[in-house]
C-alpha cells in the first residue's frame, strides 16, 4: 500500500508504488537511472538512481531548482542524451534515441524562422512523407484547436511568446505522439499569457489523453498543472518526494487546499534551493 498522508484537505501520498495499479498501464519505466558529464575529478553527477514509473494519460511535473537535473532526466526519456547508467523504457522497448511516440517542447521556441506558422506545423508530417490531403487537414485541425488559424502565414519572429509556443504545441500534436515532453515550456511567459496556455494544455490532455511530462521549478504551476509532481534533489538529482495531487481541476490557488500542498512544497524545495545558492555562491567566491 502506497502510504498516504492527510493534511487537511489535501491527499498527499508519497513514493506511489505499483500496489493497486495493472502493469500494463505503466508506459514509461525509469529504473536505476544515473547520470555524469565529464571524468575523473571534474565530474558532475546530473542523476542519481532514479526510479520512477509513469502511467498512460499521466500529467506529471519534475520541480526543483536550477541545476537538479530535471532536464537531464527529460533529455534521457526523450532519447537525446542516454543515462549512464540504468535504463528507460516506454511501453516496454528500451530508449535508445528519439522516437515518433515522444514529442518535445522546449522553452526556447524551436521553431524554424523561415517557416510560416503553417509550415512549421506541417513540416513533422511533410517529412513522414503523408498524403497531402492528411497534411492538410490535420495542419487545419491543430490551427484551430490552438487559435492559430489568423496567424497562419505569419513568420515566428512576427509571433508573440505565447503564439509562439502554441504553435511549437500544435508541431508536436501533428505528429501524435501519445508522450509529451515538456522542459519549462512557458517560463518566458507573463503570468496571463502562461495561464492561458496552461488552461490550454489541460483541455489538449484531457481531450487527446497524453501522458505529458512538464519540467518546472515553479511550484504554482506543477499544483495547477500535475497528476503528480515528482520533487528533486539539487546535484545529485534524485527523486526527493512523489506527490500525489488530489485537487479538482480547474484548480483554485486562492483554495485551502492548493495552499496547504504549496507549503508542503515550498519546504521540500527551499532546502534545495538553499543547496543550489551555496553552490553558486561558492563558484562566485571562485570566480572573485
Ligand atoms: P535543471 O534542468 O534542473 O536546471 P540540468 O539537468 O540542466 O538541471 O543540469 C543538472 C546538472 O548537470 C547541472 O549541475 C549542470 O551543470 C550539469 N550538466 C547538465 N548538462 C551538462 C553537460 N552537457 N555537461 C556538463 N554538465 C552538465
Ligand atoms: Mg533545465
Known amino acids: 500500500m502506497r502510504e498516504a498522508v492527510r493534511k487537511d484537505n489535501v491527499m498527499i501520498m508519497e513514493a506511489p508504488t505499483l500496489a493497486g495499479r495493472q502493469r500494463q498501464d505503466v508506459q514509461i519505466k525509469v529504473e536505476g537511472v544515473h ?69 518535445m517542447v522546449f522553452q526556447e521556441y524551436a521553431l524554424f524562422p523561415w517557416m510560416t506558422v503553417r509550415q512549421n506545423i506541417a513540416f513533422g508530417l511533410e517529412l513522414q512523407k503523408r498524403p497531402l490531403a492528411e497534411i492538410d487537414e490535420r495542419t487545419e485541425a491543430l490551427m484551430h484547436k490552438l487559435k492559430l488559424q489568423d496567424f497562419r502565414d505569419r513568420f515566428p519572429k512576427d509571433l508573440s511568446g505565447g503564439m509562439r509556443q502554441r504553435v511549437a504545441i500544435a508541431r508536436v500534436l501533428a505528429l501524435n505522439s501519445p508522450i509529451m515532453l515538456m522542459d519549462e515550456p512557458f517560463g518566458a511567459l507573463d503570468a496571463l499569457t502562461r495561464r492561458s496556455l496552461q488552461d490550454e494544455l489541460l483541455r489538449i490532455w484531457a481531450e487527446l489523453k497524453k501522458t505529458i511530462i512538464f519540467v518546472t521549478h515553479s511550484i504554482d504551476e506543477s499544483i495547477y498543472l500535475a497528476d503528480r509532481i515528482i ?40 532546502k534545495e534551493q538553499e543547496r543550489f545558492a551555496e553552490d553558486e555562491g561558492k563558484l562566485a567566491g571562485l570566480r572573485g
Open 231 to 270: 520533487v528533486m534533489t539539487y546535484r545529485p538529482g534524485t527523486v526527493k518526494a512523489d506527490v500525489r495531487v488530489e485537487i479538482e481541476r480547474p484548480r483554485d490557488s486562492t483554495r485551502a487546499e492548493f495552499n496547504d500542498l504549496k507549503k508542503y512544497l515550498t519546504s521540500l524545495v527551499m
Open 35 to 103: 547520470k555524469r558529464f565529464g571524468t575523473a575529478e571534474d565530474a558532475v553527477t546530473a542523476l542519481k538512481d532514479i526510479n520512477l514509473e509513469i502511467s498512460d494519460g499521466e500529467f506529471v511535473c519534475l520541480l526543483g531548482p536550477s541545476g537538479c537535473g530535471k532536464s537531464t532526466l527529460l533529455n534521457a526519456v526523450a532519447g537525446f542524451s542516454p543515462p549512464t547508467e540504468g535504463r528507460i523504457t516506454v511501453e516496454g522497448k528500451d530508449v535508445v534515441a528519439p522516437g515518433p511516440d515522444r514529442g
